[in-house]
């Protein structure tokens, strides 16, 4: 325990209270859930960020994106706009958030791309600006629910599982441990490659006493792509790095970099932090402070589409900056009957696989 638990835990309570009130209302009916003819699945979960919900939006845009007409819609965290947002070739991470930015630079060609704090309002525009969309992506909206979905996906980290987390602000989940209830599938993310079978069945045990019976639970792993340039002058990627990051629960990715560059420094924000032209000024004296041993700066894609800023271009267009992607590492099984159960979803609201 720490030394100022004893003050946080009536403000914990009366979270708690206040949430699971808002949850039993939804649960009896007082509060209305919509339900819409097109198909939504929902990927978020119990706590504050950091369990990879932008990759998992990603893993499952690359494997239903030959099969159906999609759309992906997110609150668009940090960006400066409000209301519902369709991204166009004119928004930037500051009008539509840095993740929904980041899915758009990405799958734009393909994907609509739309950012909405009420999902329920921001469903409608989505049929009405592409009418032929088969299914709607929602990044964190496991809280929203107004909305009715028709999937759920939950996610929790290896390094910090739910059932082991408090409620805000004694720890970060957002609503009791029993809101997994609502699950169809939960998704531990972030796991170590050598995580025992031993182990995975005691996570199971815990997490199965919040879920329904015959809620599934898979193991996924971080895979890191290889960098790519970004900038002008990131032609060749060297091993003496300067590592840029601005996610949450950022362990692994630091573990990661470490271990296959010589990690000059690392200059850590917070989540979705929002750069501004002193943060980039610091990062150009670092790389300068090591120019002798040939540095090139490395973010992550997330934080790469905030660089993209104009006003940051004079600063940034002699430095060579490379992204590094990460992607969920899901085993063949178990994304095989991951995709089973959403694509049973999906046909069961009468939508059909182009395949």
Do not use: W
Request: aromatic residues 10%; contains cysteine.
């Amino acid at each position: 325990m720490r030394l100022y638990d004893p003050i946080l835990y009536p403000f914990a309570l009366l979270y708690d209270g206040i949430t699971r009130l808002r949850n039993r209302l939804f649960d009896i009916g007082s509060k209305k859930s919509v339900e819409f003819t097109i198909p939504t699945i929902v990927v978020g979960n119990l706590s504050v960020g950091g369990t990879g919900k932008t990759p998992m939006i990603e893993f499952l845009i690359e494997r239903l994106i030959g099969q159906y007409k999609l759309a992906t819609l997110s609150r668009g965290y940090g960006r400066k706009t409000s209301g519902v947002l369709i991204a166009g070739e004119h928004d930037t991470a500051l009008s539509i958030g840095d993740e929904s930015f980041q899915i758009f630079t990405k799958y734009g060609q393909n994907v609509l791309v739309a950012v909405g704090e009420a999902r329920i309002q921001a469903i409608p525009e989505i049929i009405m600006e592409k009418p032929e969309t088969e299914v709607v992506l929602l990044d964190d909206a496991y809280q929203h629910r107004y909305l009715k979905s028709d999937f759920n996906i939950l996610l929790t980290t290896f390094q910090l599982p739910f059932f082991k987390d408090k409620i805000l602000p004694l720890g970060t989940l957002r609503e009791h441990r029993k809101g997994a209830i609502r699950a169809d599938v939960v998704i531990m993310t972030k796991c170590p490659e050598d995580m025992s079978e031993d182990m995975k069945g005691e996570c199971r045990l815990e997490i199965s006493r919040y879920t329904n019976e015959n809620c599934p639970v898979f193991f996924a792993g971080v895979k890191y792509g290889l960098p790519y340039g970004v900038s002008p002058s990131a032609h060749k990627m060297m091993g003496n790095i300067i590592l840029l990051s601005g996610i949450a629960n950022n362990k692994v990715l630091i573990d990661h970099v470490h271990s296959h560059y010589n990690v000059l420094e690392v200059l850590e924000y917070p989540d979705h932090y929002r750069y501004s032209i002193n943060d980039i000024q610091k990062m150009v004296q670092t790389f300068r402070h090591h120019l002798a041993r040939s540095p090139v700066i490395l973010t992550t894609e997330k934080d790469m589409v905030k660089l993209k800023d104009l006003e940051f271009n004079e600063y940034l267009k002699e430095i060579p900056i490379f992204a590094l992607p990460i992607k969920v590492d899901l085993k063949h099984t178990d994304e095989d009957k991951l995709m089973d159960m959403i694509s049973m979803t999906i046909i069961e609201k009468g939508y059909k696989s182009e395949l």
